[in-house]
């Protein structure tokens, strides 16, 4: 805390124009287009004002247009790096309209592909935030990895970055021989790799420098501004859907929420945030562990489905932890195969929000670091 | 590796090459290319995917740069918006000549999955900007993207430097 003190101390003697600068949206730090007005007084940043809809995508007039199996890959493409969590609240809520139970097998291989996605994200995130930090080696180590991880969704569903597998009542196709195998050894791979880049990266007192005390989220704060996933975790919130609303077999596991401790800072800096994302994915594993010795071999991918999805007359809200927080989508349905509206609910968008809060007092190059740090994603902020 | 291996030729006093001048510096410019690399939506995961570990984008003497000043060509990887499209013009007005133009992934070849009901999205970047090489994909695989970088240095290395005009209005 002293550095902060001293940089407010500093900012209150001396006064100076303040200057108006613009980040983004061709920025190689801002994870996308997005564009930040800056207000600085010297290096020290005075206010931010974020400008979205450089990547508005018209998600809402797609969804109108098309119908529900088409709705799909839209849905991929607003979190694009974690694909296989998007996919599944939309077609639970699809389930819960027309009230569809899928087999046991399914549910299994949704949470193992989601676990992996939610690794292979968290991968990106932490990779991601140690280049804005000046660490290029762990970008480098998180890159193999999450090959091996893309391998395996490849030989699932087809494609390694959009996935469209997800199926209402099912998914498209069965598990390849050795998944099992392959599942385990990625396991052990990420496990390694993480105890590798916890000295690398996370204990490295360079990195704890740059990133401890720096952006601090206070639990209020948080909870005031509707954040989810490692955001508000980071802040020392235990809330989890997967925990606090068990949606599928979420409950048949036993894995932590990991909180932020303020291990090395204050409760909520970019660090803790960052821990965060780090443990998460030891617990995904140790779910897909679990998984992967309870799931069944037999039996079909699919429940009975009538080919074309038409859900009754009526409206939905489903909501699942995604690897950047709650991704909620609520659907009205007018008993036709095409959805009169849905909403999505994005966690990036509303994460983005705590930016201009939290940023305020600090060095410019900190600004980018708790950008990187709150992992936005702009496919979903701007949709 | 193909002018060393002319260079190990036996003549006397070696290395003794007879070429154009157009040829060497055309060698040159197509193994060095640094690229501005505008990274939109999730085709720019996929390079980011390219420049790691697995595939090394550098190896072809690519190195990414922030400022198109300093420029060769320019990737464009992801959905063009309206908004965003004004941008792409000036950056790329921004860049030196010679400059190139690689359009990564559907969307910005031609709209992609957004080109029916996408009102806000522009149906291919090629409406403001001359485009060199398209690879296709939704997104491409990093394999697409090395293809895409083949075609684009065997294209700088044809290209006429001298006489530029002349050529052109023979060919014309
Ligand atoms: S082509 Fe496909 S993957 Fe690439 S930006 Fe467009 S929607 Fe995304």
Redesign the interface.
């Known amino acids: 805390m002293s550095d902060k003190k001293r940089l407010d101390l500093e900012y209150s003697q001396i006064e100076s124009d303040k200057m108006r600068i613009n980040v983004g949206p061709q920025h190689p730090s801002t994870h996308g287009v997005l564009r930040l007005e800056v207000e600085v007084d010297g290096e020290i940043v005075t206010e931010v004002i974020p400008h979205l809809g450089y990547l508005h995508r018209s998600f809402e007039k797609h969804c109108e247009k098309m119908t529900y199996p088409q709705v799909m890959p839209y849905i991929d493409r607003l979190d694009y790096i974690s694909a296989m969590n998007n996919e599944w609240p939309y077609v639970m809520a699809l389930e819960k309209l027309m009230d569809i139970k899928v087999p046991e097998k399914v549910d299994y291989i949704r949470v193992i592909l989601a676990e992996l996605n939610r690794i292979a994200n968290h991968q990106i995130a932490v990779a991601t935030f140690g280049l804005d930090a000046g660490a290029f080696t762990p970008f480098l180590f998180f890159f193999r990895d999450r090959e091996y991880i893309l391998w395996i969704l490849e030989k699932m569903s087809g494609a390694r970055l959009l996935y469209n597998y997800f199926r209402v009542g099912g998914l498209a196709a069965d598990v390849y021989p050795g998944f099992k195998e392959d599942c385990l050894n990625i396991v052990k791979q990420v496990r390694k790799t993480n105890a590798e880049v916890m000295d690398l990266l996370i204990y490295n007192s360079i990195f704890i420098k740059r990133s401890a005390n720096v952006g601090i989220l206070r639990p209020d704060v948080a909870i005031n501004f509707a954040c989810s996933g490692p955001v508000l975790r980071g802040s020392g919130v235990k809330y989890d859907l997967r925990k606090d609303e068990p949606y599928s077999i979420y409950d048949r596991f036993d894995f932590d929420i990991p909180v932020g401790k303020g291990e090395v800072g204050v409760v909520g800096d970019c660090w803790d945030r960052n821990m965060v994302r780090v443990q998460e994915m030891e617990q995904s594993c140790r779910i897909i562990e679990q998984a992967i010795a309870q799931m069944p071999m037999e039996g079909d991918v699919s429940a009975l489905v009538p080919k074309r999805i038409k859900p009754p007359k009526g409206e939905v809200y489903m909501r699942a932890e995604n690897p950047k927080g709650d991704l909620g989508f609520y659907i009205v349905s007018n008993g036709t195969d095409k959805p009169e509206r849905l909403k999505a609910r994005g966690a990036s968008f509303v994460n983005l929000s705590v930016i201009p809060e939290i940023s305020k007092g600090y060095m410019f190059a900190d600004l980018i670091l708790i950008l990187g740090s709150i992992d936005i994603v702009l496919g979903e902020v701007d949709r | 590796m193909g002018l060393l291996n002319k260079l190990d030729d036996p003549y006397e006093g070696g290395g003794i090459v007879l070429g154009k001048v157009e040829d060497l510096l055309n060698w040159g410019r197509s193994k060095s290319d640094w690229y501005l ?6 085709c ?3 390079f ?2 390219m420049n ?3 595939f090394d984008f550098m190896r072809f003497g690519t190195i ?1 740069r ?1 400022s198109p000043r300093q420029a060769d060509f320019i990737m464009v990887t ?2 063009v ?1 309206f ?2 499209a004004d ?1 792409i013009k000036v ?1 790329y007005e921004q860049m030196a000549e010679p400059k190139y133009v690689i359009s990564v992934g559907s969307c910005s070849n031609c709209g992609g ?2 080109w ?6 522009l149906k291919g970047v090629d409406r403001i900007i001359p485009v060199d090489v398209y690879i296709p994909g ?2 491409p ?1 990093p394999e697409a993207f090395e293809e895409g970088m083949m075609l684009l240095q065997s294209k700088i290395s044809k290209q006429a430097i001298f006489n530029k005009r002349k050529k052109l209005e023979a060919e014309l």
């Open positions: 690399h505008f990274g939109l939506a999730c720019a995961i996929e980011m995917a790691a570990s697995h990414p922030t992801g959905t918006t908004k965003m941008r950056l999955p957004y029916e009901h996408g009102y806000h999205v939704c997104p695989r």
